[in-house]
């Protein structure tokens, strides 16, 4: 799979990628069926695509639709030829993650955020607060990966949230939380 040159983009390890999956699969109660039906009729959006290699995993996983979300037009070209090396069906938004969250009207079961790590804590907190509530299904769960070196992100109230950690990388995972309500 190309990837972008430069060292803008830092590809999630193949190690991270098969270990989120498998937890999507168990997350999705689907662990047990063929890899390429694990997210059968799940949205999913890649948000700071890079090479949109996580993208392509979430289709190669039966999601659709897949969205990938980058605001370098170089990322998004490679993700394309990806795409159509792959025969994966992915559709890439070639703009900043703030506008395409500012502007979807589509809602996603699973949103994946992979920023640089030199991305302020703040400014990936603010993007996790519009996405869940813009573009996060009443029962989706958003996935970030950050430095081990980074803070926890904050999720916003009602969610609760668990982590794994791989190294230098942190995966953190938030789904709204199902408590039932007490009637009075």
């Given at each position: 799979?190309?990837?972008p040159?430069?060292?803008?983009?830092?590809?999630?390890?193949d190690?991270?990628?098969?270990?989120?999956?498998?937890?999507?699969?168990?997350?999705?109660a689907?662990?047990d069926?063929?890899?390429?039906?694990?997210?059968?009729?799940?949205?999913?959006?890649?948000?700071?695509?890079g090479?949109?290699?996580v993208?392509l995993?979430a289709?190669?996983?039966?999601?659709?639709?897949?969205?990938?979300?980058?605001?370098?037009?170089?990322?998004?070209?490679?993700m394309?030829?990806?795409?159509?090396a792959?025969r994966?069906?992915?559709?890439?938004a070639?703009?900043?993650?703030?506008?395409?969250?500012?502007?979807t009207?589509?809602?996603?079961?699973?949103?994946?955020?992979?920023?640089?790590?030199?991305?302020?804590?703040?400014?990936?907190?603010s993007?996790?607060?519009?996405?869940?509530?813009?573009?996060?299904?009443?029962?989706?769960?958003?996935?970030?990966e950050?430095?081990?070196r980074?803070?926890?992100p904050?999720?916003?109230?009602g969610?609760?949230?668990?982590?794994?950690?791989?190294?230098?990388?942190?995966?953190?995972?938030?789904?709204r939380?199902?408590?039932?309500v007490?009637?009075?």
């Open positions: 799979m190309a990837t040159s430069g060292r803008l983009t830092r590809p999630t390890t190690r991270v990628r098969e270990a989120v999956f498998s937890a999507l699969a168990a997350w999705n689907t662990a069926e063929a890899p390429e039906d694990q997210l059968a009729g799940q949205a999913f959006c890649d948000l700071f695509a090479s949109g290699a993208a995993e289709a190669s996983r039966g999601a659709s639709p897949v969205v990938a979300v980058d605001r370098d037009r170089a990322a998004c070209t490679v394309k030829e990806n795409s159509r792959t994966l069906a992915i559709e890439v070639p703009q900043p993650v703030s506008a395409f969250l500012g502007e009207r589509q809602t996603f079961d699973i949103v994946w955020f992979d920023p640089p790590y030199d991305v302020d804590d703040e400014v990936v907190d993007l996790i607060s519009s996405a869940t509530h813009s573009a996060l299904a009443d029962d989706g769960v958003v996935v970030v950050r430095s081990r980074s803070r926890a904050r999720f916003p109230e969610f609760e949230s668990w982590d794994s950690r791989y190294g230098e990388t942190v995966v953190y995972y938030a789904q939380n199902r408590e039932p007490e009637q009075q």
